[in-house]
């Protein structure tokens, strides 16, 4: 469609899982077999038609799997400031109606998923421009039907909005806000602060910025596409955002129309060239 683009793109074989969590805190297995097979430009099925969801519940995120290793951890952050480290081989057991993979408080919900293996930080950011980053083995392994332990410290109405893994100290963290503003800051600039803690400033939040709507991890030469809650569409190359520093508040990303305000941002996924 055409207010529509790639946000994710992997390499599977037909015979692997793809780890549908869901913002419940469901995890429905699918095998790529099971999606059906398009050309470059057919549109592709809603995947809403392939698993059996609930009223409400929508996917945030997927994990391509083709062995479920005892030493790769799925590693998990909720709004609330939650986190949570389970064993992939915790969900080698498929079960067609999906099952729960992290249990949740009343008005809490699963932001984001991430594979990971022990030998990397987490970085977690909040509505209120704050970030924490702390080593991922300050999270003790956990069994699926827990709660998990405290990843960040919230102000009061606090919400966390983004949960990235640094495995690249070469790149840069994009932050955007609501109402279209943001920049890039160098990772190196993100240090390790105690789990469970506010963490440091990331962007600075102020009346002309509005709250934090999104953080990702970019490369120099990569593009991103910036979505408005209207309906707009901006595709745009990184390197033309300025790089700046953490307590700084960032350059305009995106002219919103009165009333319109920015819904999210997403790195562009694009295929690599195949060598012949």
């Known amino acids: 469609k055409e207010d529509d683009f790639v946000d994710n793109l992997f390499i599977a074989n037909t015979h692997d899982y793809i780890l549908?969590?869901?913002n419940r805190g469901r995890v429905y297995w699918?095998?790529?077999y099971e999606v059906p097979q398009g050309t470059r430009i057919s549109r592709g099925k809603p995947i809403v038609n392939l698993l059996p969801l609930e009223a409400g519940e929508q996917i945030n995120a997927i994990l391509p799997v083709s062995q479920f290793a005892d030493d790769q951890f799925v590693f998990f952050?909720?709004?609330?400031?939650t986190v949570k480290k389970t064993?992939?081989?915790?969900?080698?057991?498929?079960?067609?109606?999906?099952?729960i993979a992290i249990n949740l408080d009343e008005g809490d919900f699963l932001i984001g998923v991430a594979l990971t293996d022990g030998k990397?930080?987490?970085m977690m950011f909040s509505d209120e421009g704050k970030a924490v980053r702390f080593d991922e083995n300050d999270v003790r392994s956990m069994g699926r039907v827990t709660r998990g332990v405290r990843g960040m410290n919230l102000a009061k109405g606090g919400k966390v909005i983004a949960l990235l893994v640094a495995e690249n100290e070469q790149q840069s963290v994009l932050t955007a806000t609501e109402n279209g503003y943001g920049k890039r800051t160098p990772i190196t600039e993100y240090t390790r602060h105690g789990r469970g803690t506010q963490g440091m400033i990331a962007i600075q939040t102020s009346g002309r910025n509005g709250k934090v709507v999104a953080a990702t991890l970019v490369d120099q030469d990569d593009e991103i596409m910036l979505i408005g809650t209207n309906g707009v569409l901006i595709r745009t190359r990184v390197k033309e955002i300025r790089e700046m520093s953490r307590a700084t508040q960032?350059?305009?990303?995106?002219n919103l129309d009165d009333g319109d305000k920015l819904a999210g941002l997403s790195?562009?996924?694009?295929?690599?060239?195949?060598s012949e």
């Open 30 to 32: 699918l095998k790529v």
């Open 77 to 81: 952050a909720t709004s609330d400031g």
């Open 120 to 122: 990397h930080d987490v």
């Open 20 to 22: 549908c969590f869901s």
């Open 267 to 274: 790195r562009i996924a694009e295929p690599e060239e195949v």
């Open 250 to 254: 960032g350059v305009t990303l995106i």
């Open 87 to 99: 064993p992939l081989s915790d969900f080698a057991n498929p079960r067609a109606k999906g099952i």
